[in-house]
């Protein structure tokens, strides 16, 4: 092979990389974009900017390097490139609907049993409104959530139940099956999927009820124990 023939072939060589570089970098910015500002969607609790901090860092970075933190009141994500060197990050967020006490903490918690965010028993007055479960064995948890999938059940027909019931009822001891209403009203059931004509006898019961008055589901009846 001549002189000649030689530079062509190494031209040949370094063209072809030059290309293949070339088509790498146009794929990575059709595929793999590089991103220098983030668009935050679906927030309710957490802070926008809090988490465009966690999630994106100074300076442009290509789509697949961003990540997303594990935060239990993040339930799911989409992540997009919506152009201009734009991410859209759709987030859906679990939503409090009830107060927790595991632990000897109390959690401000999901419907799927995740522990939101602590409540120290003095700020407790603040988050008037939610119904707190408590009596829940240390073995149904791990750190941040309820594991058992019946505990989580049961929780969720409670709070299933109409908005006028539901309000009526303060606390909820999960084990012993037993509702807690104002006047330290408490009532016993067998099971808490209770009919809608059984939620009327119950709230019947609470109205007309002396303080501290106790009641004992039996075969669709309520017994009223001994006040203590």
Same mark, same amino acid.
Request: proline content about 4%.
């Given at each position: 092979?001549?002189?000649?023939?030689?530079?062509?072939?190494?031209?040949?060589?370094?063209?072809?990389?030059?290309?293949?570089?070339?088509?790498?970098?146009?794929?990575?910015?059709?595929?793999?974009?590089?991103?220098?500002?983030?668009?935050?969607?679906?927030?309710?609790?957490?802070?926008? #900017? @809090?988490?465009?901090?966690?999630?994106?860092? &100074?300076?442009? *970075?290509?789509?697949? $390097?961003? +990540?997303?933190?594990?935060?239990?009141?993040?339930?799911?994500?989409?992540?997009?490139?919506?152009?201009?060197?734009?991410?859209?990050?759709?987030?859906?967020?679990?939503?409090?609907?009830?107060?927790?006490?595991?632990?000897?903490?109390?959690?401000?918690?999901?419907?799927?049993?995740?522990?939101?965010?602590?409540?120290?028993?003095?700020?407790?007055?603040?988050?008037?409104?939610?119904?707190?479960?408590?009596?829940?064995?240390?073995?149904?948890?791990?750190?941040?959530?309820?594991?058992?999938?019946?505990?989580?059940?049961?929780?969720?027909?409670?709070? #299933? @139940?109409?908005?006028?019931?539901?309000?009526? &009822?303060?606390? *909820?001891?999960?084990? $012993?099956? +037993?509702?807690?209403?104002?006047?330290?009203?408490?009532?016993?059931?067998?099971?808490?999927?209770?009919?809608?004509?059984?939620?009327?006898?119950?709230?019947?019961?609470?109205?007309?009820?002396?303080?501290?008055?106790?009641?004992?589901?039996?075969?669709?009846?309520?017994?009223?124990?001994?006040?203590?």
């Amino acid at each position: 092979m001549d002189f000649a023939a030689r530079i062509r072939f190494v031209m040949g060589i370094i063209g072809f990389f030059v290309v293949l570089f070339v088509v790498k970098e146009v794929l990575a910015l059709n595929f793999d974009p590089i991103v220098y500002n983030l668009q935050i969607e679906g927030l309710k609790y957490l802070n926008p #900017s @809090y988490l465009k901090l966690k999630v994106m860092p &100074i300076g442009g *970075v290509h789509l697949s $390097k961003l +990540t997303v933190p594990s935060d239990p009141f993040i339930k799911s994500y989409t992540l997009n490139y919506v152009g201009n060197g734009m991410a859209l990050l759709d987030v859906k967020e679990r939503s409090i609907v009830c107060i927790i006490y595991a632990n000897g903490k109390y959690f401000l918690a999901s419907k799927d049993g995740y522990f939101l965010l602590e409540v120290p028993k003095a700020a407790l007055y603040k988050a008037t409104g939610y119904t707190i479960f408590f009596d829940i064995d240390s073995l149904n948890l791990n750190d941040d959530r309820i594991i058992n999938p019946m505990i989580v059940k049961e929780i969720d027909t409670i709070l #299933s @139940y109409p908005s006028w019931f539901r309000k009526k &009822i303060l606390e *909820v001891d999960v084990k $012993k099956k +037993t509702l807690y209403f104002v006047k330290g009203v408490s009532v016993k059931v067998q099971s808490f999927a209770l009919s809608s004509t059984v939620q009327q006898v119950i709230s019947k019961l609470v109205e007309n009820s002396e303080i501290g008055s106790r009641y004992f589901e039996i075969e669709k009846n309520f017994v009223h124990l001994p006040n203590l």
